[in-house]
């Protein structure tokens, strides 16, 4: 009786439940309409420029080439000036593979082999179909023979005595046609084996003059251009064989092998796991260039020949000299930018394809200075000295086209306001002072005023 009491009982716990669940996408609405409106708002806060105080980073006197001002720094990436995905000419698998990432090839080294088995006995095959032609013209060409003639000569001979003893036989018959000896049947076909063998001699005679003057000469040029047909296809043959070798067609170093042993190579289609279009990437590393977008209002700024600095990232003591190699005829509406292209004039092992680079373009009017040793070590220059609030957790922020850009530098001694800079600056950067907490990198900033310090 307890336990049917109980089943009449009501779960109070249940009914909350139920209306919690019945408010559970109500909640979701909510959160998905909070998180919309906080994008929104974030996008339009971080796409509004902030005005930023800042200062031109001074070179101290007794640099190297401290004479040469920087009028704008912008960053890229370093590319290769001819990037080169070697692709085979020849359909088939891959046999063999010479050169791995990053080794350094000649012009006409080779690099992948492909197997030949098929090209070579089409070569073969285009082989024996040229000699055949070439001896059916030779045999053109020479003529008769004298025992090919001295064979037709015996065969008309042979005719002229068949039609002798045709012509007595006939003559004979003839006779007996008086006396009724013979039907008017065999007159007839006595007379009809004499017509037969003069025309046999009228052909022999002919064959035997055909073989003393020999072939007419449009057999012979019929013959010669067969000959020319089959030796335009011997040679494709044979190229066809030669393409199965891939050779570099310039010295340079190899970026990426992208194929294996087994896997097949084709010069159409060119599937994800399946055949490959290319078989190696290469590249000139000794001509380097340095990729910019650079903004339309500092633009003006730039100029052809103009001379650079570039530093890398990864060696931001190691100052490169460049010159502007390229400028775009055309901006890009979206992005208000202008590519720029400036080759390294003194590029080393050092620098790799892809890799961030900072450029300050330098005043023409200093282009003398500027030819002097690129590559500046930290302890070869005096330090630079910034505002110690321009220091923020080991780095500074600089403004590059437009963008807070962030750069860890390697402080020193501070003195007074000041702080050295002993690594992560080269000169002629705009500097943030006093940076927000909340600013990050990529933000748009402009600035206040451009002090030089």
């Not at 000169?427 to 990529?442: F, R, S, T």
Request: charged letters at 30%.
């Amino acid at each position: 009786m307890e336990a049917e009491l109980h089943k009449l009982r009501i779960d109070r716990s249940e009914k909350v439940s139920r209306e919690e669940a019945s408010r559970l996408p109500w909640v979701i609405v909510a959160v998905v309409l909070l998180l919309i409106v906080a994008a929104i708002a974030w996008k339009f806060s971080g796409s509004r420029e902030v005005e930023l105080k800042t200062v031109r980073v001074r070179i101290p006197e007794g640099a190297e080439a401290a004479a040469d001002p920087v009028v704008l720094n912008a960053t890229g990436y370093i590319v290769a000036a001819h990037k080169i995905e070697l692709a085979s000419k020849a359909i088939g698998r891959v046999a063999w593979v010479g050169v791995e990432m990053g080794d350094k090839i000649q012009k006409g080294e080779v690099l992948v082999r492909l197997e030949d088995d098929e090209y070579r006995a089409r070569v073969a095959q285009e082989q024996g179909q040229l000699d055949n032609a070439k001896a059916k013209l030779a045999e053109l060409e020479a003529g008769s023979r004298p025992q090919e003639i001295a064979t037709v000569k015996a065969t008309l001979d042979k005719s002229l005595a068949e039609l002798a003893v045709a012509e007595t036989n006939f003559k004979r018959v003839a006779d007996l046609k008086a006396t009724r000896a013979v039907s008017n049947q065999q007159v007839d076909d006595a007379e009809a084996l004499v017509a037969s063998r003069r025309a046999q001699v009228d052909s022999d005679r002919q064959q035997l003059e055909l073989s003393k003057v020999g072939p007419r000469k449009e057999q012979v040029d019929a013959q010669k251009g067969t000959v020319r047909q089959l030796e335009g296809g011997l040679a494709l043959a044979m190229v066809d064989l030669d393409n199965t070798v891939i050779r570099s067609p310039v010295p340079a170093t190899v970026l990426s092998r992208n194929v294996e042993v087994g896997e097949f190579v084709t010069t159409g289609f060119v599937g994800e796991n399946g055949a490959k279009g290319f078989v190696v990437s290469i590249a000139d590393l000794n001509d380097l260039r340095v990729d910019l977008d650079v903004s339309q209002n500092d633009f003006a700024k730039v100029l052809p020949k103009q001379p650079c600095w570039i530093v890398t990232d990864a060696y931001p003591d190691r100052r490169y000299a460049g010159l502007v190699d390229l400028i775009s005829p055309e901006a890009n509406r979206q992005k208000a930018t202008v590519q720029v292209r400036v080759k390294v004039s003194n590029p080393d092992e050092l620098l790799r394809p892809d890799m961030n680079a900072t450029v300050s373009f330098l005043s023409p009017s200093k282009l003398a200075a500027t030819q002097k040793s690129a590559t500046l070590e930290a302890k070869d220059r005096p330090a630079l000295r910034v505002p110690v609030t321009a220091v923020r957790d080991g780095a500074v922020f600089t403004i590059e086209s437009g963008k807070a850009v962030r750069r860890t530098v390697t402080a020193g001694t501070t003195v007074g306001e000041d702080v050295e800079i002993r690594k992560g600056l080269i000169g002629g950067e705009d500097l943030i002072i006093d940076p927000p907490a909340d600013l990050q990198e990529g933000a748009a900033v402009r600035s206040a005023s451009a002090e030089t310090r």
